[in-house]
T-cell receptor, first 114, second 113 residues
């Protein structure tokens, strides 16, 4: 019973490049949440998605960041024109049914922007 | 393989009870252990523990770390219905400049009036 999977685990980008982070929820889970952990800080909520729908993106920067959770395939967090301040660990969590139900966290993707 | 195991997975108590939540871990290069409370949206940070035997306290919540036995406990005394939440334990290892957080599955606490 595979848990939440994220890839890549480590991603290095130069300023101005695009970063794509993938999250495959646990089997049977239809809710996905993305969080960002900045150095020395806690987890910051970014976006909550269900299949083909963005439910809550109140924590996501208005520019350069976007997220999707298509009918087929993993959820993608996309960061365009990355800057050094985007360097962080990005965690994905999934839950089975009710909104904000118990969330299971993935291992995270560590993004480093050079 | 690094892992974090929380127990119990769920717990139902009555107001006024005291509860103890457990978190055991196996990581290669331990840096810190963190406890979070999750109700909605982002987990709320509770404690960060880095040293063995030093209790951290915040109101009715307290936590302690045992680096020899590789576990931590989170205590909540005189529980209230507002304590109902999922409590997450995460361990940070030394990998990379941002560290590496490994989450347990959480303990779902329900406090009945």
């Amino acid at each position: 019973n595979a848990g939440v999977m994220q890839n890549p685990r480590h991603l290095v980008r130069r300023r101005g490049q695009e970063a794509r982070l993938r999250c495959s929820p646990m089997k049977g889970h239809s809710h996905v949440y993305w969080y960002r952990q900045l150095p020395e800080e806690g987890l910051k909520f970014m976006v909550y998605l269900q299949k083909e729908n963005i439910i809550d993106e109140s924590g996501m920067p208005k520019e350069r960041f976007s997220a999707e959770f298509p009918k087929e395939g993993p959820s993608i967090l996309r960061i365009q024109q990355v800057v050094r301040g985007d360097s962080a660990a990005y965690f994905c969590a999934s839950s089975p049914g009710l909104a904000y139900d118990t969330q299971y966290f993935g291992p995270g993707t560590r993004l480093t922007v050079l | 393989e690094d892992k974090v195991v929380q127990s119990p997975l769920s717990l139902v108590v009555h107001e006024g009870d005291t509860v103890t939540l457990n978190c055991s871990y196996e990581v290669t290069n331990f840096r810190s252990l963190l406890w979070y409370k999750q109700e909605k949206k982002a987990p709320t940070f509770l404690f960060m523990l880095t040293s063995s035997g030093i209790e951290k306290k915040s109101g009715r919540l307290s936590s302690i770390l045992d680096k020899k036995e590789l576990f931590s406990i989170l205590n909540i005394t005189a529980t209230q219905t507002g304590d109902s939440a999922v409590y997450l334990c995460a361990v940070e290892d030394q990998g990379g400049s941002q560290g590496n957080l490994i989450f347990g599955k959480g303990t779902k606490l329900s406090v009945k009036p």
